[in-house]
């Protein structure tokens, strides 16, 4: 069973930094590439960063890049985000997603999600 567990959110100032981590069990983490999605209330989810399978490769919505960094251990099939440099507007839940593509049909795994409060 596929298990997606984030942590790691919390409250802090306006320029300040915290790093999530999503712990994932139930499939081989090291064959799957791994996304951050955030979403806030009325608002569709919306894709932060990925990173491939051997973290060679990320990406990141234009917004976050320069002060997030998606990376993984494939050792503790773990998935982090560090965010350096917060803003206001970056509050909101955070959710570790894996992404399966199978008989041509996506199939998406969530967290529970992790809150991230960005204020003073």
């Known amino acids: 069973q596929v298990q997606l567990v984030e942590s790691g959110g919390g409250l802090v100032q306006p320029g300040g930094s915290l790093r999530l981590s999503c712990a994932a069990s139930?499939?081989?983490?090291?064959?799957?590439?791994m996304s951050w999605y955030r979403q806030a209330p009325g608002k569709e989810r919306e894709l932060v960063a990925s990173?491939?399978?051997?973290?060679?490769?990320?990406n990141y919505t234009d917004s976050v890049k320069g002060r997030f960094t998606i990376s993984r251990d494939n050792a503790k099939n773990t998935v982090y985000l560090q965010m350096n440099s917060l803003k206001p507007e970056n509050t909101t839940v955070y959710y570790c997603n894996r992404r399966v593509l199978l008989f041509g049909r996506e199939y998406d795994y969530w967290g529970q999600g992790t809150q991230v409060t960005v204020s003073s």
């Open positions: 990173i491939s399978s051997t973290g060679r490769g990320t």
């Open positions: 139930g499939f081989i983490f090291s064959m799957n590439a």
